[in-house]
């Protein structure tokens, strides 16, 4: 069966410094892969994805991500966090057809602190 | 072009009611999902619909759920009768019918459903 694992409930970053929130997967063949954020009272907006190709993938709002196909896993990453970064983070993998329907992780809440 | 809608937004009904959940996805979008979030868990899948058949609905939990696609535009959810553990965040999504990129293309969400079952 196909599932993800975000092992940290939550992560806490000064402005400014770089953030890592964690992701990792099990899928049978190839992985698509997706990171999704909440804002509060929001629904989910989607950041990037990985398909094939290079391993870093650049998203939206300086957001990217790293796969890892050895490790299984699709950190995502930024260089340098804000504060408006402040959301929940939804890793998630393409389950295999029919259907297409996403599998998502529990969630991280990301604290980027002044 | 307009996002995916739901609506109530928040929803307080008692156990042993009934409630109805609605959701327009955007203008086109052929595929239509349902997700629960119960509060600190992760995001459930409920069903598929695929204009209005259903596509998959292995997530659904009982038949206490019914989910309806009417003409292959809005669809609703209704739980009848609910229960404590039908709380949650009730999120629908679309997305486009394209079978070279089904497995590319992001769903589209709406800002979801919060049901409180007392």
């Known amino acids: 069966a196909q599932s993800v694992a975000q092992p940290e409930d939550q992560v806490n970053v000064a402005e400014g410094n770089p953030l890592t929130v964690k992701c990792t997967y099990s899928v049978s063949g190839n992985p698509y892969l997706f990171w999704y954020v909440q804002y509060p009272n929001r629904g989910l907006q989607f950041l990037l994805k990985?398909?094939?190709?290079?391993?870093l993938v650049k998203g939206s709002y300086g957001f990217e991500a790293e796969f890892n196909k050895s490790q299984t896993s699709f950190h995502l990453k930024k260089p340098s966090a804000l504060v408006s970064d402040s959301a929940l983070y939804f890793c998630a993998v393409r389950a295999l057809p029919p259907g297409g329907k996403l599998i998502f992780g529990q969630g991280t809440e990301l604290s980027v602190k002044p | 072009e307009a996002g995916v809608t739901q609506f109530p937004s928040h929803s307080v009904i008692e156990k042993g009611q009934t409630v109805t959940l609605r959701c327009d996805p955007i203008s086109g979008h052929d595929n239509l999902y349902w997700y629960r979030r119960v509060m600190g868990k992760e995001i459930k899948f409920l069903l598929h619909?695929?204009?209005?058949?259903?596509?998959?609905e292995s997530g659904m939990p009982n038949n206490r759920f019914l989910a309806e696609r009417t003409g292959g535009t809005y669809s609703t959810l209704k739980v009848q009768p609910a229960e404590l553990e039908d709380s949650g965040v009730y999120f629908c999504a679309s997305s486009q019918w394209d079978d070279r990129a089904l497995y590319n293309s992001p769903l589209h969400f709406g800002n979801g459903t919060r049901l409180t079952v007392t």
């Open positions: 990985y398909i094939t190709g290079d391993n």
């Open positions: 619909f695929v204009k209005e058949s259903k596509q998959d």
